[in-house]
């Protein structure tokens, strides 16, 4: 099974539209998922784990302001 990609927020809607909480929930959203790329290695698992953990509560946000926001790893 294959997600979706999903584009990033910023081109698809104008950041300065959104509300502060929802853009720094995508802010935190997009770091968590640079951070989760660059734990890749069997050592590094309590780093996937809290950085999934990031992901998780700015999805959270993102899903009660649009479900359409939400970051998935492997997206764009």
Known sequence: MT???VPRMPERYGIAYLPADVAAANSEAQD????LALARTPQAEEARNFQAARIAAANKILAAYNPG????PGGE
């Open 3 to 5: 997600l979706p990609t």
């Open 32 to 35: 968590a998922l640079h951070q």
């Open 69 to 72: 926001l939400i970051v998935w």
